[in-house]
């Protein structure tokens, strides 16, 4: 019976060694961990930037598309004699005006 407990406290000294191990290199490992996770948080990579850069430019190319539409509804009403739409035409041409310069223009390729 003595055996049998030397037997199981020698494999139990075996597995914990093993645990007590691992959980020391987790312990040590952890801060450069830590580190190096802050640093990837607080750093943009050149592909994140460009992806960010290319949803910026097609919201504002949306937004463009839907102020246009809005644009040819309110001079239709405009020049059947509607001022109000008149007045929102001006103000969808100043919006529209302000967001051209954040979309790029494509290179025309001759088609």
Known sequence: MRAIRLVALGLASLALQGCLARAAVDVVTLPVRAVSKGVDLATTSQSEADEKRGRDIRKR??????LERDLDKQMDRCADGNDEACDKAQAIRAEMKALLPGVPVEPDRGD
């Open 61 to 66: 190319e949306e937004r463009l598309g839907e």
